[in-house]
Nanobody, 125 residues
């Protein structure tokens, strides 16, 4: 069984930065595709960023491209989402997710097998 634990959320002013972390236990994720999603109040969960199982390919939603960076540290079994130039519309609960096979980046939440509990990000105007 895999457990994913996110951290790093908080309150920041527009234009600021946050770095989210997601640490896996129970299984090393060095060979699995990973993703970040978010859900704002009253909205459906949406794709934010994805990484292939090798870590060699990343992709982003158009709304965050150029502002967010997805990275991984296999020695720490942790992935990161560096979020810069934050906007009020980035306010949401952010979730990391793991797909437990070798795979290219995945863009739909039903393609992932394990989820973290989420971390709240609030961006004030």
């Amino acid at each position: 069984q895999v457990q994913l634990v996110e951290s790093g959320g908080g309150l920041v002013q527009a234009g600021g930065s946050l770095r989210l972390s997601c640490t896996a236990s129970g299984r090393t994720f060095r060979s699995y595709a990973m993703g970040w999603f978010r859900q704002a109040p009253g909205k459906e969960r949406e794709f934010v960023a994805a990484m292939s199982w090798t870590g060699g390919t990343t992709d982003y939603a158009d709304s965050v491209k150029g502002r967010f960076t997805f990275s991984r540290d296999n020695t720490r079994n942790t992935v990161y989402l560096q979020m810069n130039s934050l906007k009020p519309e980035d306010t949401a609960v952010y979730y990391c997710a793991l797909h437990s096979t070798h795979h290219d980046p995945l863009y739909y939440d039903d393609e992932y097998d394990y989820w973290g509990q989420g971390t709240q990000v609030n961006v004030s105007p």
